[in-house]
């Protein structure tokens, strides 16, 4: 007889994913946002797709970073962009990474779902790593007409797979393709004059079963990450065994790649 997994949503700390809670207690946990859990991917590489994109586009240019979290990303085209900005929400966030930046780079707190603190036009170019879209219609106002935005989004189909071997622990299946809806819509609303969206879907092989607790419970509190070990991780390392490979246990990962033209 299997044991139940618990849900970690019943724990009283559990905050909903990438709500400004989640981003807010990440922040103050870590002063970063980056992943915990330990992974690799075969086949085409998303993010490897979209830094040499966005190595393609940056040269030279005055960019925005929408979405920029602790700002190692950003600080790295330093050396090749004229003047690079990085924005974000979270200002744990931007403190860290206003802690080492150079001289052309800069950070600045803002909320995306109000007028950003730019002027128009003033923007070469922008790109989008895993932040909101609810940047899109003011990225069409300040960057210049021709400039370009490419964006990666996570998509619908993140490791659909956790939630048919782990019950409870993880919830139900996604139906539909909402995030692909959304970035449509805010595409559409947003006014540029050419816009394409890429899917491309990949395959995460995660290394142990404590990945698995990483990967649900990533930016919530410790006494939530205490109550899965405690409760569920004999039978998470069970299930884990029985469906691994020599590479990890196998899930799809799905992003969607954008390239817009203002």
Not at 24 to 45: C, F, H, Q, R, V
Not at 135 to 156: F, M, S
Not at 175 to 200: N, W
Not at 210 to 221: K, S
Request: include cysteine.
């Amino acid at each position: 007889m299997t044991a139940a997994l618990i849900d970690p949503t019943t724990h009283k700390d559990w905050m909903m994913p990438h709500s400004f809670q989640w981003y807010a207690g990440l922040g103050s946990l870590t002063g970063k946002y980056a992943y915990p859990w330990n992974s690799t991917i075969t086949g085409p590489d998303a993010e490897q797709i979209f830094a040499q994109e966005v190595a393609g586009m940056v040269p030279g240019k005055k960019v925005l970073d929408v979405g920029c979290g602790h700002g190692d990303f950003t600080i790295g085209w330093s050396p090749v962009v004229q003047r690079i900005v990085g924005l974000d929400v979270t200002a744990d966030f931007i403190h860290t990474a206003n802690s080492t930046a150079p001289a052309n780079v800069s950070f600045v707190t803002a909320n995306t779902k109000i007028r950003l603190p730019f002027e128009q036009n003033e923007f070469d170019c922008a790109y989008n790593r895993k932040g909101p879209t609810s940047a899109y219609p003011e990225l069409t106002r300040i960057i210049r007409k021709g400039g370009q935005l490419i964006a990666l989004h996570p998509g619908d189909r993140l490791s659909p797979e956790l939630s048919i071997l782990f019950p409870g622990l993880y919830g139900p299946r996604q139906e539909g393709t909402p995030v692909l809806d959304k970035i449509k819509q805010r595409l559409d609303a947003s006014g540029f004059a050419e816009a394409e969206i890429e899917t491309v879907l990949s395959t995460q092989y995660l290394h142990g079963p404590i990945d698995i607790v990483r990967l649900r419970c990533f930016g919530q509190t410790s006494a939530v990450h205490e109550m899965v070990m405690e409760s569920s991780l004999p039978e998470i390392s069970r299930i884990f065994a029985q469906h691994q490979t020599v590479h990890g246990l196998p899930t799809t990962v799905e992003y969607y790649i954008v390239r817009a033209t203002v």
